[in-house]
């Protein structure tokens, strides 16, 4: 149980352009999501906290226009890196926290490399 | 900012028992300790977690000590596949709270 998973597993794209990133909790409700980005030999970095049906909080620095956050439903979230830079790339991770406990369980990240 | 300090790296033989140190001096009442880990270039999997009594599961134990300023995460017997950077970290159990992460400590498991 406590399973979470991310789609896609590695995005390539061109400057410029978009990319959703979608996290889903596969068999438990999720009330709470959080998105990380992970830089090469660098710790994760928490980028905002998303609660269904309410809009994310985004963490200092972290521009909300640039990283949308859609937390539509108890089992999927979604971030959106508009206009993405090469600066953008790195490894994206989100977590989810089970209804009725705090512990939160990590998906398999999203790697994304932008030309 | 994390509130944990760990060694940046540790090494361990396989088979023997790899015991991962955490800090955490500032630790309020309604914080716990978590443990996750991550192998490279995957997300990080949860491992374990306590408020002040030790635990145990199928992956590993848990020491807390009795002032609760540190802890101690005990692999019974490393394997190769335990190699991964561990993270402790201490967070409150309300809804919501952030997981902060910190440098963690890297465990090469040595065949």
């Known amino acids: 149980g406590a399973v979470v998973s991310q789609h896609p597993s590695w995005v390539i794209c061109k400057s410029g352009t978009s990319v959703k990133i979608e996290c889903r909790s596969l068999d438990f409700q999720a009330t709470t999501m959080f998105w990380y980005r992970q830089f090469p030999k660098q710790s994760l970095m928490l980028m905002a906290t998303s609660n269904e049906g309410s809009k994310a909080t985004y963490e200092q620095g972290v521009e909300k226009d640039k990283f949308l956050i859609n937390h539509a439903s108890l089992t999927l979230s979604t971030l959106t890196v508009t206009s993405a830079h090469p600066e953008d790339s790195s490894f994206y991770i989100c977590?989810?926290?089970?209804?009725?406990?705090?512990?939160?369980?990590f998906g398999p990240g999203t790697r994304l490399t932008v030309l | 900012d994390a509130k944990t300090t760990q060694p940046p790296s540790m090494d361990c033989a396989e088979g023997r028992a790899a015991n991962l140190p955490c800090n955490h001096s500032?630790?309020?009442?309604?914080?716990?300790v978590y443990w996750y880990r991550q192998i490279h270039s995957q997300g990080p999997q949860y491992i374990i977690h306590g408020l002040k009594n030790n635990e145990t599961n199928e992956m590993a134990s848990l020491i807390i000590t009795e002032d609760r300023k540190s802890s101690t995460l005990i692999l019974p017997h490393a394997t190769l596949r335990d190699t991964a950077v561990y993270y402790c970290i201490v967070r409150a159990h309300t809804g919501g709270f952030k997981t902060i992460f910190g440098a963690g400590t890297r465990l090469f498991v040595k065949a």
């Open positions: 977590s989810a926290s089970l209804v009725s406990s705090d512990t939160q369980y």
């Open positions: 500032t630790i309020s009442g309604n914080e716990y």
